[in-house]
């Protein structure tokens, strides 16, 4: 008979610290860590958590901060970080496989 392993697994609901990409990194391995701690053996963040999620209900509340939504977009490419690159690397590496 085949057996599987349990995993825990957290799905993780927070906000980003909005058009800032490094605490943001910072914040992701915060809450990646709480999560390992409390037995997670996989974490999942909210698509786009670094920096913001590009989508009118996100976006229309932040661009009203600024000139506008082209400022707001160009705010957006400045706290973008690039994969694989030095923000990714200060991730925390991947669980070892128990497999």
Do not use: C, H
């Not at 349990?6 to 993780?12: H, I, N, Q």
């Not at 809450?31 to 974490?43: E, H, S, W």
């Amino acid at each position: 008979m085949t057996r599987f392993e349990t995993a825990r697994v957290a799905a993780v609901q927070a906000t980003p610290v909005v058009l800032d990409a490094e605490r943001s990194v910072a914040k992701a391995i915060e809450l990646i860590g709480r999560a390992a701690g409390d037995g997670a053996k996989l974490v999942v963040l909210p698509e786009a958590f670094v920096s913001l999620y590009p989508s009118n209900a996100w976006a229309a509340a932040p661009a009203s901060g600024f000139g506008g939504v082209e400022q707001l977009w160009e705010r957006m490419w400045e706290s973008s970080i690039d994969v694989p690159g030095p923000a990714v690397i200060a991730s925390p590496p991947p669980a070892p496989s128990t497999t």
